[in-house]
């Protein structure tokens, strides 16, 4: 007698967006022009932040996705059904971001890959939760300016595993896929990122006698807004 797998709602969930999105582009390898209309109004506004957080500049996250869904569309066929589509996009959309950003800065700031050979030989750490709750404080404007801010301070590397990982709250796996990367580097840069932003965030943050920050770790999942 086999072993009864239960999946947890959140994998249902996924499963569920998975095969609806594989119908999708089945549908538009068919010629059906409105299946792929409808993928780019499920995932336009996640790719526009996604691309946001890479240039921090609108009009170049917006001709990002713009670029990205054009060459998603031509290229349908390389597709393999055995990714989750929204991780081809959001790898797609990723390239386009940097090509905008590889425009302003230096070939030490662009590079995703550079001074992070030795991921694998770093232990990640787990970062514990800070207080205040960041979800309830990246409700007001003024905390979200601030992480804008200092999330601008990271190197892209670091600060597209944060954005994917903490923000857009891709798993571990799906953010590896989207990046090219395995497990063991998206955790490393993950803790990079996290100690580097706790630093930044820290000076914002006072204790009531001013003297240690309140906010003590970083472990961050809100959505842009």
Not at 78 to 87: I, Y
Request: net charge neutral; charged share 30%.
């Amino acid at each position: 007698m086999g072993t009864l797998s239960v999946q947890s709602p959140a994998q249902c969930e996924d499963a569920f967006e998975a095969d609806d999105d594989l119908t999708l582009v089945h549908a538009t390898k068919r010629g059906d022009a409105s299946a792929f209309d409808k993928l780019v109004n499920k995932y336009d506004r996640k790719l526009l932040r996604i691309a946001q957080g890479v240039t921090h500049n609108r009009e170049e996250a917006e001709d990002a996705v713009q670029e990205a869904f054009f060459k998603a569309y031509q290229r349908l066929d390389q597709f393999r059904e055995n990714a989750k589509f929204s991780t081809w996009l959001i790898r797609i959309v990723l390239n386009e971001a940097l090509l905008k950003l590889r425009k302003r800065r230096t070939a030490r700031e662009e590079s995703l890959d550079r001074d992070f050979q030795s991921d694998t030989g770093i232990r990640p750490m787990d970062v514990a939760d800070w207080s205040p709750n960041p979800q309830e404080l990246y409700s007001a404007a003024e905390f979200r300016e601030i992480l804008m801010k200092c999330l601008l301070g990271l190197q892209p590397a670091l600060r597209i595993v944060f954005i994917l990982r903490d923000i857009e709250e891709l798993s571990i796996v799906e953010t590896g896929a989207a990046l090219g990367l395995s497990a063991v580097a998206v955790k490393a840069r993950l803790f990079r990122a996290r100690l580097q932003l706790r630093e930044k965030l820290s000076g914002y943050f006072k204790t009531r006698d001013g003297e240690r920050p309140a906010v003590a770790v970083l472990s961050v999942s809100p959505c842009y807004r």
